[in-house]
């Protein structure tokens, strides 16, 4: 897996990505928009595609984050989330992390996730979108064994990963799409790969998502690719037809299932 993991620095849509990096650090023109090309989103796009932490190239991008969030005082939960994860996960160190990783702990919601949109309101529903955004910023913190990771799986375990909690159906049509890279977007998938990575498989509330997952999956044994969210993109990674990087992370985790 470390052999693999170098490799894309110097291969494949990895090293394509590294390319565009300005002088500057950026990437995209700015650090948070255009989306998705940013300097946020393309480090989003190398951790997914698993650039070691450590790159010089990362590290410098992580760097710009901070530099723009401190000039706008920045504090929406999504954005620090965001930009938590990628600096923990590619072993940026400041004092501006651990405030950002402190920050999200405050802003836990009483059910146990968390909402951009909750401005100081405890009582408000969490939000998906928001609360697998903190939560991957808290694993990539080593926190995925504290309380407060503890209740925001749970929080989602609550709605059966994907479903409303008033009616039972599908919160979010769009979250049974697995696009390659989910940006700011909760999905079924994405759901997943958080449990697999921070918690043991067999619980029973995931066992629709993980229905979901298997009923995705094509006659030939692959599952397809997803369209891309609307704006620009650096490339396309896969033509339409079967994916192979679909099917993977979709392999993954009914691996990480049937484990259990």
């Known amino acids: 897996m470390t052999r693999e993991r170098a490799r894309v620095a110097t291969e494949g849509w990895g090293a394509r990505l590294l390319t565009e990096q300005s002088p500057d650090g950026n990437w995209g023109g700015g650090v948070y928009t255009p989306k998705w090309t940013s300097t946020t989103y393309t480090l989003l796009?190398?951790?997914?595609?698993?650039?070691?932490?450590?790159?010089?190239?990362?590290?410098?991008?992580?760097?710009?984050?901070?530099?723009?969030?401190?000039?706008?005082?920045?504090?929406?939960?999504?954005?620090?989330?965001?930009?938590?994860?990628?600096?923990?996960?590619?072993?940026f160190r400041t004092p501006r992390v651990t405030e950002a990783i402190d920050f999200l702990l405050a802003e836990q919601q009483?059910?146990?996730?968390?909402?951009?949109?909750?401005?100081g309101d405890r009582t408000k529903h969490s939000s998906f979108h928001t609360s697998v955004?903190?939560?991957?910023?808290?694993?990539?913190?080593?926190?995925?064994?504290?309380?407060?990771?503890?209740?925001?799986?749970?929080?989602?375990?609550?709605?059966?990963?994907?479903?409303?909690?008033?009616?039972?159906?599908?919160?979010?049509?769009?979250?049974?799409r697995f696009p390659a890279f989910?940006?700011?977007?909760?999905?079924?998938?994405?759901?997943?790969?958080?449990?697999?990575?921070?918690?043991?498989p067999g619980d029973e509330r995931l066992t629709d998502a993980i229905d979901l997952i298997q009923a995705a999956r094509r006659a030939d044994g692959r599952w397809p690719r997803y369209q891309q969210y609307p704006g620009p993109q650096w490339f396309a990674l896969?033509?339409?037809?079967p994916s192979r990087w679909t099917t993977t992370r979709a392999l993954h985790i009914l691996t990480w299932w049937a484990n259990g």
């Open 133 to 176: 955004m903190a939560l991957e910023a808290l694993a990539a913190a080593d926190q995925a064994d504290a309380l407060a990771s503890q209740r925001g799986r749970e929080f989602f375990l609550n709605h059966r990963l994907f479903r409303a909690h008033r009616t039972g159906e599908i919160a979010i049509r769009a979250s049974t």
């Open 238 to 241: 896969e033509p339409p037809g």
């Open 110 to 119: 009483h059910d146990g996730g968390w909402n951009c949109a909750s401005r």
């Open 182 to 200: 989910p940006e700011w977007h909760f999905d079924v998938l994405r759901g997943l790969e958080l449990f697999a990575a921070t918690a043991t």
């Open 45 to 91: 796009h190398l951790l997914w595609l698993g650039l070691p932490a450590g790159h010089p190239a990362a590290l410098r991008g992580c760097g710009r984050l901070w530099e723009w969030a401190d000039r706008r005082r920045v504090s929406e939960t999504c954005i620090v989330s965001m930009f938590a994860r990628v600096s923990c996960a590619f072993g």
